[in-house]
Structures are given as structure tokens and as C-alpha cells.
């Protein structure tokens, strides 16, 4: 079993997934754009905790899946836009 601990984006570039994740999803469920903004800032560049970020976005733009539901959709898609920074 492999762990990577990146805690400054030095390794990974888990501001530009989450950043993707967010794009796409607000395309997908024609949410306004504000939602990428207001997704960044409630994010807080990882340190937000993501159960409550996701669940402010719930709340924010009146989504109806459960934040179990969107979490587990947001923690499936996100690794998936991961990108390795040049270099590690």
C-alpha cells in the first residue's frame, strides 16, 4: 500500500482538481456561475472540511441528493482530475 501526503500542493495538484470537479459538476447541474467561486473560497484551499463544504453547496443551490450523496459522487470523480506537479 502506497500514501501520499501532500500538504502544499507540492506533489499533486489538488487545487486544480478540486477547481475541475467543481467546473464540471456546475455544468452538469446547471448551477449559476458563482458556484465555482463560491466552491474555491468555501474550500479553503483543502482545509475546509469537505462534508461541510459539499454541504453548503447542497444548501447553497437547493441541490436534492443528500451531502452523503454528493460527497461520495465528489470523492469518486475528484481523483480522477488529480494531476502530478512537474518535478515530484
Known amino acids: 500500500m502506497l500514501v501520499m501526503i501532500d500538504l502544499d500542493n507540492t506533489l499533486a495538484d ?24 463560491w466552491f474555491m473560497e468555501a474550500d479553503q484551499d483543502g482545509y475546509a472540511p469537505r462534508r461541510s463544504v459539499i454541504d453548503g453547496l447542497r444548501q447553497r443551490y437547493g441541490l ?25
Open 14 to 37: 489538488r487545487e486544480g482538481a478540486a477547481s475541475a470537479w467543481i467546473r464540471e459538476f456546475s455544468l452538469e447541474n446547471s448551477l449559476p456561475a458563482d458556484a465555482v467561486d
Open 64 to 88: 436534492e441528493r443528500s451531502t452523503d450523496g454528493l460527497l461520495a459522487i465528489y470523492q469518486r470523480r475528484v481523483v480522477e482530475f488529480v494531476e502530478v506537479c512537474a518535478g515530484a
